[in-house]
């Protein structure tokens, strides 16, 4: 009995608060570039789309490479850093910047995860301490899946060991 109550008031429930009949209202007073800086309107003025504008500026960044079973940042490498500090700090402010760590096919698929996101954290700590803002930096590691070599030799290894700039809206 006590379940048939149940089940009615259930029911019951249901069908009085029923499907809202409203249409979702869309606030036309947003245009398209709502939210974004000024570099993004410039560029939708040229006829260039925010995705033409993110290829643009990934191309500009330099992946950072490092030595075998290391994460810190090589000497040779530092201009690169901090190049791409200072376009992340002007052309690239209103977007956010994506560390992918990768690492080649030596070690095991945990060690190197766990390689690939201490070779981002150096990344993200450098661009830090030139001034990038902490908060538009996210970090991934893909370990050894996303290699640009699948060579067997030492040179194919060492161009798999870095860390690649995405941009993000």
């Known amino acids: 009995m006590k379940s048939i109550v149940l089940s009615s008031v259930v029911v019951a429930v249901l069908v009085f608060s029923g499907c809202s009949s409203k249409e979702p209202s869309v606030d036309a007073s947003s245009g398209a570039n709502s939210g974004m800086g000024n570099e993004s309107a410039?560029?939708?003025?040229?006829?260039?789309?925010?995705?033409?504008?993110?290829?643009?500026?990934?191309?500009?960044?330099?992946s950072v490479y490092?030595?075998?079973?290391?994460?810190?940042?090589?000497?040779?490498?530092?201009?690169?850093?901090?190049?791409?500090?200072?376009?992340?700090?002007?052309?690239?402010?209103?977007?956010?910047?994506?560390l992918e760590g990768n690492c080649d096919e030596w070690g095991s698929d945990e060690y190197n995860f766990a390689l690939g996101l201490k070779r981002s954290e150096s990344v993200k700590k450098s661009l830090i301490a030139s001034g990038v803002d902490a908060s538009?930096?996210?970090?991934?590691?893909?370990?050894?899946?996303?290699?640009v070599c699948t060579e067997k030799t030492k040179d194919c290894w060492s161009k798999n060991r870095r860390v690649d700039y995405k941009l993000l809206p």
């Open 66 to 98: 490092f030595d075998f079973d290391k994460f810190d940042i090589r000497a040779d490498m530092q201009s690169k850093v901090s190049d791409s500090a200072t376009l992340a700090k002007t052309e690239a402010k209103d977007l956010t910047i994506k």
């Open 136 to 147: 538009k930096i996210t970090m991934v590691s893909y370990g050894e899946s996303n290699p």
């Open 42 to 62: 410039k560029g939708s003025m040229n006829g260039e789309t925010s995705e033409m504008r993110i290829a643009r500026l990934e191309k500009q960044f330099s």
